[in-house]
């Protein structure tokens, strides 16, 4: 099924200019990049985006760090991309990511792990609007 998910590429690989090379590899692997663009969300905005991790102990560090600087969000299409995204991300930890994903080449810490993907239909679904509303 062609499905859409939303792809965010966080402050700390932001920062460190990987934005090119991350899409390139949602683009070697199938994947379409159909809307893209560099943000700055307010703490505020972390917060609702975020709200399914409220109750972890480190909901106030991840908003805090998604608010810290820049990001670049993405609409990714293609056949199983929702799943596809998530495999080509790889595990939520680097020390954690299977060679060649991109927690794996660039992540830096469970916290600082260079990008976001929706893991879910319904997830897709509100995280593109939350995101692009038109
Ligand atoms: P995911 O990004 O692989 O879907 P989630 O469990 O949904 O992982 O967690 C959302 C984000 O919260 C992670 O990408 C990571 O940045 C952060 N995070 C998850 N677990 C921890 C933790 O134990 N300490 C600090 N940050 C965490
Ligand atoms: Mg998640």
Same mark, same amino acid.
């Given at each position: 099924m062609i499905e859409k998910t939303l792809s965010i590429i966080k402050p700390d690989a932001v920062e460190r200019e990987l934005g090119d090379s991350i899409k390139k590899i949602f683009l070697n692997n199938?994947?379409?990049?159909?809307k893209s663009k560099k943000v700055k969300i307010t703490k505020q905005e972390a917060s609702e985006f975020y %709200?399914?991790?409220?109750? %972890?102990?480190f909901y106030e560090e991840l908003c805090a760090y998604l608010s810290s600087g820049p990001i670049i969000v993405m609409i990714l299409e293609g056949e199983n991309a929702i799943l596809k995204n998530r495999e080509i991300m790889g595990a939520t930890n680097p020390k954690d990511a299977a060679e060649g994903t991109i927690r794996k080449l660039y992540g830096i810490s469970i916290d600082k792990n260079s990008v976001h993907g929706s893991d879910s239909l319904d997830n897709a679904t509100k995280e593109i609007n939350f995101f692009f509303k038109n």
């Open positions: 199938g994947l379409n990049i159909s %709200k399914v991790h409220e109750t %972890k102990p």
